[in-house]
């Protein structure tokens, strides 16, 4: 699937995470779960700012491996997608099956939307963690896991990106020439001999092929 705005393969994989998180609308027994990107991954600060369960999602390491000998770098990017989801209960073990029923569902999210599959050209690891604090009234558990997904990127300097709806190809032909006209619209006027001419071009379009482009 093609971005419509250019970014590096790690921002478009983050983004591709939190969009299909929110998409799937999480639920903790009957408390939503909030997203979040980066966030403060401290589990102290989530427990005293109320903001559980929640997800949070940032992007950490990277590498870029060449995939060719010269020419234009291109790569086979790994990027680490960190995603940590944390919830609490009144008890450790129920602190646990939460965590271990909503984390069922975001690892089938993020290792089968399609949003997300069709970006990339490998799953490569997903090395997962499991923590339970019960040193407050609430027990806190919480999962992490780095999702690291294969993309391929190319650097070939082009700085913007121009959408074309059509394309269009004028043939000014140098052996059928007008000797003496002038033709103030010609497409490339810095190709066309004075007149008197003794050749061409002259400025006209001997030959027009207009070409519609479609996505």
């Known amino acids: 699937m ?28 009957e408390m939503p779960v ?6 403060n991954w401290s589990l102290q600060h989530l427990q ?28 086979n990017t790994s990027v680490s997608i960190d995603v ?16 271990e029923q909503v984390w069922f569902q975001i690892e089938n999210i993020l290792l089968s939307d399609s949003s997300i599959i ?11 963690k499991l923590e339970i ?12 896991a780095a ?13 913007d990106v121009v959408n074309l709806d059509n394309v269009g190809i004028h043939i000014d032909l140098t052996n059928v020439y007008d000797p003496t006209g002038t033709y103030p619209d010609a497409q490339f006027p810095q190709s066309v001999s004075d007149a008197p001419r003794a050749h061409g071009p002259d400025g006209r379009d001997e030959a027009v092929i207009d ?4 996505e």
Request: overall charge negative; aromatic content about 6%; charged content about 20%.
């Open 147 to 159: 999702f690291v997904y294969e993309g391929f990127e190319v650097y070939d300097g082009i700085k």
């Open 48 to 75: 005293n700012e109320g903001a559980l369960p929640c997800i949070l999602i940032r992007t950490s390491n990277e590498n870029k491996a060449s995939s060719i000998r010269a020419g234009q770098p291109q790569f």
């Open 118 to 128: 069709n970006r990339v050209q490998n799953v490569n690891s997903v090395d997962s």
């Open 84 to 99: 940590m989801c944390v919830v609490s209960s009144t008890t450790a073990e129920n602190a646990q099956d939460d965590i």
């Open 34 to 39: 909030t997203i979040d990107s980066p966030g």
């Open 2 to 29: 093609k971005s419509t705005v250019p970014m590096l393969f790690r921002r478009e994989m983050r983004i591709a995470v939190i969009t299909a998180l929110q998409k799937a609308q999480l639920w903790v027994d």
């Open 133 to 144: 604090d019960s040193s407050g009234n609430d027990h806190i558990a919480a999962m992490s």
């Open 211 to 214: 070409i519609q482009l479609r």
